[in-house]
Antibody, heavy 126, light 110 residues
Framework: EVQLVESGGGLVKPGGSLRLSCVAS????????MNWVRRAPGKGLEWVSS????????YYADSVKGRFTISRDNAKKSLYLQMSSLRAEDTAVYYC???????????????????WGKGTTVSVSS | QSVLTQPPSASGTPGQRVTISCSGS????????VNWYQQLPGTAPKLLIY???QWPSGVPARFSGSKSGTSASLAISGLQSEDEADYYC???????????FGTGTKVTVL
C-alpha cells in the first residue's frame, strides 16, 4: 500500500522554527517529485513547495520563500520541510503529496498530486 | 490570494447535477492541464480528476472535468450525500513557477 506519513507538527512561538518530516512507503520514492501543501483554518488549500525527484529543482510559494527549506533523503524515503521565522499565518495542517510531472523541470504541461498524507498540524502562537 | 477563481459554494438535491467553474489565465489553465481535488471534512485532499478529464482509479464516472481556454469546470452528476466536501481546481503556473490551487468551492447536498 502506498503511504505517506507526516510528523513534526506542534505549537511554536512566532519567530520560532520547526522541521516537518514525511516518510514514504510502498512507492519508489526516488522516482517522484514531492510537495508540501497546507490548509490554514478557515482557508483553502495552498501549495507551499515542491522538490524534483533528484532534489535538483526546488520551488517555493512567495509566502514562504526565504523562510522555508524543502529537502529530501531518497535513501531514507523521506521528505522534509524546515520552517523558520514562523508567523501566525503559517498555522495550518501541512500535507505532503507525491507529484506526477512530465519532466524534472518546467514547463509542466501537466502536474498533479496523486498520493497524500493525512497531515500534521502546525500552530504558531505566543 | 489565489490566481484561480471558483464560486465559494454550490448546492443541489440528491440526484441533481452540480457544476463548479474555475477561471484562470494563460499562464496556468490556458497553457497547462487542470486537476481537481476533493477534500471531505476532516480528511486529506484526494485527487478527483487529473489532466483536465481523467479519472484516477476508484473515482466514479459521475465526476467529470472539462477545460476550454483559460477556464475549467467540474460536474457532479447524480449528486449524493457523501459528495458534501470542498472542491479545488489546480494547475501549474508558468509565470509564478509554482502550483496554484483555486479558491475552493463548498458543495452542500440539500
Amino acid at each position: 500500500e502506498v503511504q505517506l506519513v507526516e510528523s513534526g507538527g506542534g505549537l511554536v512561538k512566532p519567530g520560532g522554527s520547526l522541521r516537518l518530516s514525511c516518510v514514504a512507503s510502498g512507492l519508489t520514492f526516488r522516482s517522484f517529485s514531492m510537495n508540501w501543501v497546507r490548509r490554514a483554518p478557515g482557508k483553502g488549500l495552498e501549495w507551499v513547495s515542491s522538490i524534483s525527484s533528484s532534489g535538483s529543482y526546488i520551488y517555493y510559494a512567495d509566502s514562504v520563500k526565504g523562510r522555508f527549506t524543502i529537502s529530501r533523503d531518497n535513501a531514507k524515503k523521506s521528505l522534509y520541510l524546515q520552517m523558520s521565522s514562523l508567523r501566525a499565518e503559517d498555522t495550518a495542517v501541512y500535507y505532503c503529496a507525491r507529484g506526477i510531472v512530465p519532466a524534472a523541470t518546467p514547463p509542466y504541461d501537466y502536474y498533479y498530486m496523486d498520493v497524500w498524507g493525512k497531515g500534521t498540524t502546525v500552530s504558531v502562537s505566543s | 490570494q489565489s490566481v484561480l477563481t471558483q464560486p465559494p459554494s454550490a448546492s443541489g438535491t440528491p440526484g441533481q447535477r452540480v457544476t463548479i467553474s474555475c477561471s484562470g489565465s494563460n499562464s496556468n489553465i490556458g497553457n497547462n492541464a487542470v486537476n481537481w481535488y476533493q477534500q471531505l471534512p476532516g480528511t486529506a485532499p484526494k485527487l478527483l480528476i487529473y489532466t483536465n478529464n481523467q479519472w484516477p482509479s476508484g473515482v466514479p464516472a459521475r465526476f467529470s472535468g472539462s477545460k476550454s481556454g483559460t477556464s475549467a469546470s467540474l460536474a457532479i452528476s447524480g449528486l449524493q450525500s457523501e459528495d458534501e466536501a470542498d472542491y479545488y481546481c489546480a494547475a501549474w503556473d508558468d509565470r509564478l513557477n509554482g502550483y496554484v490551487f483555486g479558491t475552493g468551492t463548498k458543495v452542500t447536498v440539500l
